[in-house]
């Protein structure tokens, strides 16, 4: 199949393909309200296929066939843990693996809907093994695998003893539904705020120039960190010692944070299945910062960067002021 010629539109310099723009953030923090989008927003990411829905799916089949029960959990022993990695392990492998093998070796989808034009780099110096998927992948397996199946272990072995606290469905089935509708948004408001500290001189030097050995992205590179900045992305699981969660709250909190890291890194706007846009992938808005550096710190669930002047909604405007900034700046 050839690929399609992309649209004509008023675009940014540089990229192969800019999906519709201005790029926005979440509607829930704009005012006046608009319903009629809101509705949109919630129905596109919990309504048909969307990655939330994929990852509670993934979540509801690990808890009731991959996972320890609590009273296993509550003692700490190889075997269990062991077990957790293990499928972790597969998860990553299937999920990011698999994506890789499917845009970047198969190349099943042509260049169509690619935003960089750039094949993903073989050689580089700045790379610890040489070439760019093989130093991702390291760092993702090793220690990214390694933090989400801590964490994960941490949280489980602390509810199974009664040192986090459980929620229980039939006792609150509201709120146990409100959990993962508000898990992104957690997640969201967690993520801008520590990655504007890793952009801090010192931390960045130290962890998060690692993962911005990446300026254009695939698959592996979502979880391409620094042991120091996998401590620090996946704490946010750490608020469930304060906010009750069942164990299938944390399985989803934490393969969220894990999954989603490989997907929104794709390089490719959607999969595409007999030319129809199937399922939202790689997002924009984040690897502009990857190319940009200085914007679009957080994600689109909460508007951090609008609130402080870094948001860059893609259009050719945003980056004339992205462009004055650093004028001002020299």
Excluded at 108 to 136: A, E, I, P, T
Excluded at 300 to 317: C, I, N, R
Aim: aromatic fraction near 14%; charge should be positive; glycine fraction near 8%.
């Amino acid at each position: 199949m050839q690929d399609s010629p992309e649209p004509t539109v008023p675009t940014l310099p540089g990229w192969h393909h800019v999906p519709q723009v201005p790029i926005k953030a979440s509607p829930f923090f704009s005012w006046p309200p608009d319903p009629k989008r809101m509705v949109s927003w919630v129905a596109t990411r919990w309504l048909g296929i969307a990655e939330n829905v994929v990852i509670l799916g993934i979540a509801l089949i690990c808890w009731t066939w991959l996972s320890p029960s609590l009273e296993t959990a509550a003692t700490l022993s190889p075997g269990w843990i062991i077990g957790i990695w293990l499928r972790n392990m597969v998860l990553m492998l299937m999920v990011a693996g698999g994506l890789h093998w499917f845009f970047y070796k198969r190349k099943g989808q042509g260049m169509r809907l690619k935003y960089d034009k750039r094949d993903l780099m073989l050689k580089g110096r700045q790379f610890s093994f040489g070439g760019q998927v093989r130093d991702n992948m390291f760092w993702s397996l090793t220690s990214g695998v390694g933090f989400w199946t801590a964490y994960e272990v941490l949280l489980l072995w602390a509810i199974g003893n009664g040192w986090a606290p459980v929620l229980d469905f039939a006792a609150h089935p509201v709120w146990f539904i409100a959990i993962f509708l508000l898990t992104p948004v957690w997640i969201s408001f967690h993520f801008y705020w520590v990655h504007r500290a890793l952009h801090w001189g010192p931390l960045y030097r130290l962890a998060h120039a690692l993962h911005h050995r990446n300026v254009n992205v695939g698959p592996w590179s979502g979880l391409s960190m620094h042991p120091v900045e996998h401590l620090i992305f996946f704490s946010s699981i750490l608020i469930h010692f304060l906010v009750p969660a069942h164990p299938l709250h944390i399985l989803f909190h934490m393969q969220h944070q894990s999954l989603t890291a490989a997907t929104s890194h794709t390089g490719f706007e959607n999969l595409l299945v007999r030319d129809r846009k199937q399922l939202a992938l790689g997002t924009f808005h984040h690897q502009m910062h990857h190319r940009y550096f200085e914007v679009n710190y957080g994600n689109l669930e909460m508007p951090w960067d609008k609130w402080f002047g870094s948001f860059h909604d893609g259009t050719p405007e945003a980056h004339e002021r992205l462009k004055e900034r650093r004028q001002r700046r020299s």
